[in-house]
């Protein structure tokens, strides 16, 4: 099992590949459908809403309940990867195959994706804490900070290559 602790390096990435084990210690954001491609947005309009150098984004929710990884691959979310890559993002946490072109950013950008398993119960157990960091009006998909310990997980993206047959 591979520890890393945000915010990551291009050095920490370049020491992964597919099929590691890994556990995220340290701050992420999440995000998912309502909130990603405003993030988006706002980047391109050249505002800053969060540093996103060296950064690991979960797409979930946020509730009272927990938190699970929501598919990836849905267009709101997956169309925002290349871009939040290209911003500092680097790594992204969800569930499902993506594209081969988005592989491919994924490569362009030194960034991997991670799935992990959509256990509730295990993944809010690594919470320590959790705030909102933008977009509050959106509710349980606003983005938060997380701190967590050891959020695990499994490389499927790398290098241009994935888990999945995407060809």
């Known amino acids: 099992m591979k520890k890393i602790e945000t915010p990551i390096t291009d050095e920490t990435i370049e020491n992964l590949k597919i099929g590691d084990k890994v556990e995220i210690y340290g701050q992420i954001f999440t995000g998912r459908d309502a909130t990603l491609p405003k993030l988006v947005r706002?980047?391109?309009k050249g505002q800053k809403i969060l540093d996103l150098k060296g950064s690991v984004i979960m797409h979930t929710a946020v509730s009272d309940a927990g938190i699970s990884p929501t598919t990836s691959n849905k267009e709101e979310i997956e169309?925002?990867?290349p871009h939040l890559a290209?911003?500092?993002v680097k790594i992204h946490i969800?569930?499902?195959a993506l594209s081969r072109g988005t592989v491919e950013a994924l490569k362009t950008e030194k960034s991997v994706f991670m799935v992990t398993?959509?256990?509730a119960a295990l993944l809010t157990?690594?919470?320590i804490s959790k705030k909102v960091v933008a977009f509050k009006e959106e509710g349980m998909e606003a983005i938060y900070q997380l701190e967590v310990d050891g959020v695990p997980g499994?490389?499927?993206?790398a290098?241009?290559?994935s888990l999945y047959n995407i060809d």
Do not use: F, L
């Open 79 to 81: 169309e925002s990867i």
């Open 117 to 119: 398993p959509p256990a």
């Open 86 to 88: 290209k911003a500092g």
């Open 159 to 161: 290098y241009g290559e």
């Open 94 to 96: 969800g569930k499902g």
């Open 125 to 127: 157990s690594k919470v």
């Open 42 to 44: 706002a980047i391109e």
């Open 154 to 157: 499994i490389v499927a993206v």
